[in-house]
């Protein structure tokens, strides 16, 4: 069973954002995401992430294909993962609805990424607010856990 996120958009009222199923730990989805903001800008990350995928099965910062995780259920997008095309759901998860099983969430905004842990009860405790000018401790260590493109 993979770890579950979310990566969201903070919004006025909360946020809301879309699933993602595997190595949802910071320095799995946190890391990525990180990177993909760094390299793309956070419009072209909340439009790729958010906007035009229902949800996904992982994520990565990388362009090279994984084919060992090619389903006929996913679609590649380079330089962000594999997106779950055969779901006929929105996976939207917000701060105030079901939380989809999920244990940590991203949540974007124009100031930087807060990272927060997600109980089994669906309440949230903030693990780290990261301005988008700093590096956190998770970027650093999934580099060197598995190179520059995690």
């Not at 993602?20 to 990350?45: K, M, N």
């Not at 997600?118 to 000018?133: E, N, V």
Request: negative net charge; hydrophobic residues 35%; glycine residues 12%.
């Amino acid at each position: 069973m993979g770890t579950r996120s979310v990566i969201a958009l903070k919004t006025s009222i909360g946020w809301f954002g879309r699933y993602v199923h595997w190595d949802g730990y910071p320095q799995g989805v946190g890391a990525g995401v990180w990177h993909i903001v760094q390299r793309d800008g956070l419009g072209e990350a909340v439009k790729t992430l958010i906007n035009e995928n229902k949800s996904w099965s992982s994520i990565t910062a990388s362009h090279e294909k994984d084919e060992s995780e090619f389903r006929e259920a996913l679609k590649w997008v380079s330089g962000y993962g594999f997106a779950h095309n055969d779901s006929t759901e929105d996976w939207y998860i917000t701060d105030d609805g079901d939380k989809g099983g999920t244990e940590y969430a991203y949540v974007l905004s124009r100031e930087g990424m807060e990272v927060l842990k997600i109980d089994w009860d669906g309440s949230c405790t903030s693990r780290g607010f990261y301005s988008w000018d700093s590096t956190p401790d998770f970027v650093a260590e999934a580099q060197a856990l598995f190179g520059a493109s995690a």
